[in-house]
């Protein structure tokens, strides 16, 4: 298993993409924790499933967006397992809506989930895996930060400053023998996703050469291999996982 003996720590992992990924890094051997906000039933249900698959596992419930909620779930994880090799930002929402009807109260939510968690959990952890030497963060992009989608203008701007913290953090750290990666999915299957996919119907898997939705069990094994040994010199990069949606083509 490519993460035995390691410990990572999954923002938002009790539903859609953030399940995914801690069920995969958990049969790749690591052991796993995640926080929630409000799905209390879900997070212990996994955590329950991953029990009887003999698997470690921990859940606690924070709220992202506050840097305090982000230290002290991080100390949780230390206190428990010793260390955090692992972080995976991947907790998100989405307040679509014209930026001219677009509320404050939208566009901050927006920010602070998407992209001010990303900020709390990376300082939170980065002294320890400095002090470490080793270390695997993965926050979590979207194809919206490259390719304009109209009522998104807050969506599309925390993931771009993702990307932007992502760059830079890699050239900070990469000499501590820590990398700094981001996953960019495309149209993935999830609750989160739903309406939008309802609403355009087919015209989406028309537009994808792959002509299907991404599950969220393809994000994960990117997040796998990014948090492997095997991806050891990859740092500072986006991998893409969309199913070509965003290579410009026409799809036949």
Known sequence: ?????????????SRGIGSAVVRKLAS???????????????????VSELELDQREAACWQADVRNGEDAAALVGKVIDKWGKIDILVNNAGVIRDNLLAMMSPEDWNEVIQTNLNSVYHFCHAVTRPMMSARFGRIINMSSVAAHYSNPGQANYAASKGGVEGLTRCLATELARRGITVN??????IETDMT????NAAGDK??????CRRLGQPEDVANAV???ASEEASYITGQTITVDGGLTLGGMAG
């Open 224 to 226: 796998a291999f990014l």
């Open 28 to 46: 790749e051997g690591a052991k796993v924790a995640f926080n929630y906000h409000s799905s209390s039933e879900a997070a212990g249900q996994l």
């Open 1 to 13: 298993m490519r993460l035995a003996g390691r410990i990572a720590l999954v923002t938002g992992g």
């Open 182 to 187: 981001a996953v960019a999915p495309g149209f």
């Open 204 to 209: 989406i898997k028309k537009a994808i050469p």
């Open 194 to 197: 739903e309406a939008v996919v």
